[in-house]
């Protein structure tokens, strides 16, 4: 069974930058692709970013320039470096390990960041 657990969340002021971990328990970290999504009060959950195993990386394109996904295999933890945060970045983030054959999805319960002056 994978468990998902996310840090790193907190309050930071407009401009600011954060760092989001996401520790994996569980095996073979390493075929999982990871992502980060994220959920605003009022609003669907949605994409942020995505890591393959290999290390391909996607953006949602609010966010290409100013994140960054990253992983480490042999730490098996993901990571979400946020810079330039804005207050629409204010949400709920949620870590994601997604498989195939056979498709599973594992979710974290989120970490909470806000964007305030």
């Known amino acids: 069974q994978v468990q998902l657990v996310e840090s790193g969340g907190g309050l930071v002021q407009p401009g600011g930058s954060l760092r989001l971990s996401c520790a994996f328990s569980g095996s073979l970290f390493v075929i999982y692709r990871m992502g980060w999504y994220r959920q605003a009060p009022g609003n669907q959950r949605e994409l942020v970013a995505t890591i393959t195993s290999g290390g391909t990386s996607n953006y949602a394109d609010s966010v290409k320039g100013r994140f960054t996904i990253s992983r480490d295999n042999a730490k098996n933890t993901a990571y979400l470096q946020m810079s330039s945060l804005k207050p629409e970045d204010t949400a709920v983030y949620y870590c994601?390990?997604?498989?195939?054959?056979?498709?599973?999805?594992?979710w974290g319960e989120g970490t909470l960041v806000t964007v305030d002056s």
């Open positions: 994601n390990a997604h498989r195939v054959l056979p498709i599973v999805d594992y």
